[in-house]
């Protein structure tokens, strides 16, 4: 693990990224990196972090089909990134 607290606003910029770990890092705040272009993004994995917000624009990850961000301290969490499994 990393000691990383703060992603940079220009990590938003990485439209070909597939992966994210960022997991059992410092992370506190993602608030302000909008990942609405991050169209190729398929997993993020923030676990073990100090997050109260997840990242904006998660919406707009259009093949984003894993998000892990358990064991931090977040206060809620964004509308429409739940979608209900159907069998």
Known sequence: ANEIEVLPPDFGKLINLELF???????????????RNMKSLTEIDVSVNK???LFKGLGGCQKLRYINASKNLLEKVPRGILIPILN
Not at 21 to 35: A, H, M, P, T
């Open 21 to 35: 770990n960022g997991s059992e890092n410092r992370l506190i705040s993602v608030e302000k990196v909008d990942l």
């Open 51 to 53: 997050l109260k917000v």
